[in-house]
């Protein structure tokens, strides 16, 4: 007791010692005391002058909503999360945690780390959105934790800005039986379930009382889709079954087939056709059977239905395992919100070149949910034209052209893209005539004449991870700036209208693209147009995606989940 009455004093006597450790030994066991006192703390401080926070809830912890929550300064708003799920998953790594490469727990980040880091307070809720009342500016939801536990689960949360980052589903095309009988591969848990399925076929195809022909739909694993995940699902299952499935059951090793089912005419078509062609060659060595120019009309538990589109013929083909992979679509509360904005014709949501919804001002959306609708320069190319003649005379010179170039090009990207198709660098080639001879001057008819052929370069981003996390970052800093820009625009001119905008618009930067093919091969589509296919392109797949992951933690258990996977083999326990 006296030596508690010690520190008690001491503590008051010296208030700047606030923590101290006592380590005692007592009976070759070791105690550890923490106390911390908070002597002579004052409260904060709270101004009632100070103005209220603008309310910021996102929806989502995708790659599009991490992003933004990584990237955004929370102290400057009060920030909501709303998610179904509490942690951040590294989508694409998910082929590999179907066959045990990596396991599902590399992978993922909890939300709450990721936020706790953040500056300022994020609050985060585990809960589905249900629907956006975007007249009231709330948006309803629901929690799926039951456990027989007390409460309600549904809250409604008010907002100033919404940030949708919900990403999409799997898009059926409606066809028979696929939710019934098919796996997808968009989650976590889709990637768990294959893995367990695939152990399943196995055992199943194994024991002694089915027939050969029952062996062989069992062990009969069918692709639907052949994109990028696709194609790297059906190289893991591939590597899955001849590095080690084999081996635990080598008696049917001979029967087990792969089949991808290509609706196009080649797979990895979005790639470079040589990675296309590399990949099909691969595939046909490794007895990974490619049917392309096939539509799957119907799936039943036992077989799959194609229709091929070169005869029209139908064929029916047993299955052990269905995996989908065919493309994404609008989620039901997206779509709900779509019509409430009068965007019910469309396919995805749409925004400007800011990310801001169409139609709504305090509404952004990034990711797979939504798409850039680009302005087109021909809408405009009047008010451009006037811009560009300051001294009205009807006519345009190179000079004054050059005047306002920087800003179109910022504003209608498509430009810059037209000009490097083209091969042009001196600007002045676009005012040469049909004879190749030069003008010192151009009228508005031959400037559209000009520009008539810009707005075809026009394209959509792809609904990549690589582009929902550059939309998420450039969000967050448009909204770290938002005071700052208001003041001090820093965006191009506003043609047809004064001053400039607020912020200069999403522009998309490609670092390139992998596609794994197994037997540790990967091809690869790089910037400025190179292609990179074969072993040395594997290690450069691993790196990069080691450095992509989103902590230390994450990128520490998949590298180690590589290195036994190397040493001791993939595990096939089913669990």
């Given at each position: 007791m006296k030596i508690a009455s010690f520190f008690t004093k001491a503590f008051h006597s010296f208030p700047s010692y606030s923590k101290i450790v006592l380590l005692c030994t007592l009976s070759g066991g070791g105690v550890v005391s923490y106390s911390e006192l908070q002597s002579n703390t004052k409260p904060p401080v709270i101004d009632p002058n100070e103005p209220k926070k603008k309310k910021v809830v996102v929806l989502g912890t995708g790659w599009a909503g991490t992003s933004f929550l990584k990237d955004l300064d929370a102290s400057l708003y009060d920030v909501q999360v709303v998610s179904p799920r509490n942690y951040f998953a590294f989508t694409p790594l998910l082929p590999s945690v179907t066959c045990g490469t990596v396991e599902a727990r590399s992978i993922v980040e909890p939300v709450r780390n990721i936020i706790k880091k953040r500056k300022g307070e994020i609050k985060f809720w585990e809960a589905e959105c249900l629907k956006v009342d975007n007249a009231n500016k709330k948006v309803l939801c629901r929690s799926h934790i039951d456990n027989n536990l007390v409460g309600s689960g549904e809250f409604a949360l008010d907002y100033d800005y919404l940030v949708i980052a919900i990403g999409a589903q799997v898009n059926t095309f409606n066809t028979p039986g696929v939710r019934e009988n098919c796996h997808f591969?968009?989650?976590?848990?889709?990637?768990?379930?294959?893995?367990?399925?695939?152990?399943?076929?196995?055992?199943?195809?194994?024991?002694?009382?089915?027939?050969?022909?029952?062996?062989?739909?069992?062990?009969?694993?069918?692709?639907?889709?052949?994109?990028?995940?696709?194609?790297?699902?059906?190289?893991?299952?591939?590597?899955?079954?001849?590095?080690?499935?084999?081996k635990l059951y080598p008696s049917v090793k001979d029967i087990v087939k792969i089949t991808v089912i290509q609706s196009g005419d080649h797979i990895l078509n979005t790639f470079d056709e040589r990675i296309s062609a590399f990949a099909e060659h691969k595939f046909g060595r490794d007895g990974i059977e490619v049917q392309t120019g096939c539509r799957v009309v119907n799936v039943n538990d036992k077989e799959i239905t194609v229709k091929v589109k070169s005869t029209g013929e139908f064929c029916s083909v047993p299955h052990g395992l269905v995996v989908w992979s065919t493309g994404i679509a609008t989620r039901p509360v997206v779509r709900d919100f779509m019509e409430q904005i009068g965007q019910a014709e469309r396919n995805v949501l749409a925004t400007n070149e800011w990310l801001r919804v169409k139609e709504c001002d305090t509404v952004y959306a990034i990711g797979d949910c939504s798409s850039i609708v680009q302005r087109k320069i021909m809408?405009?190319?009047?008010?451009?034209?006037?811009?560009?003649?300051?001294d009205n005379s009807?006519?345009?010179?190179?000079?004054?052209?050059?005047?306002v170039m920087d800003d179109i090009i910022v504003r209608y990207p498509q430009v810059e893209l037209y000009l490097k198709s083209q091969h042009v660098i001196d600007l002045a080639a676009m005012w040469r005539d049909s004879q190749g001879n030069e003008k010192k001057e151009i009228d508005i008819e031959g400037f559209k004449l000009a520009l008539s052929h810009v707005d075809a370069q026009m394209k959509?981003?792809?609904a990549t991870a690589q582009v929902a996390a550059q939309q998420g970052a450039y969000l967050a800093r448009c909204f770290n700036r938002m005071d700052q820009c208001a003041e001090n625009p820093e965006g191009p001119r506003r043609f047809g209208g004064s001053g400039r905008y607020k912020f200069r618009p999403f522009r998309y930067k490609h670092f390139g693209q992998f596609a794994p093919l197994g037997g540790e091969q990967a091809a690869a589509e790089l910037p400025g147009d190179w292609v990179s296919m074969g072993h040395s392109t594997q290690w450069l797949w691993y790196s990069v995606y080691a450095s992509k992951q989103v902590s230390w933690r994450t990128r520490v258990l998949v590298i180690s989940d590589w290195t036994r996977r190397f040493v001791f083999g993939r595990d096939s326990s089913r669990i």
């Open positions: 591969l968009k989650e976590v848990e889709d990637a768990q379930k294959i893995r367990m399925s695939v152990i399943d076929c196995f055992e199943k195809a194994v024991l002694p009382s089915l027939s050969e022909e029952e062996r062989r739909t069992n062990l009969h694993f069918i692709v639907v889709g052949g994109g990028p995940t696709g194609v790297e699902f059906a190289a893991e299952l591939h590597d899955y079954i001849q590095e080690d499935l084999v809408d405009d190319i009047s008010e451009v034209f006037e811009a560009a003649d300051r009807g006519t345009l010179t190179i000079e004054e052209f050059n005047d959509s981003l792809p």
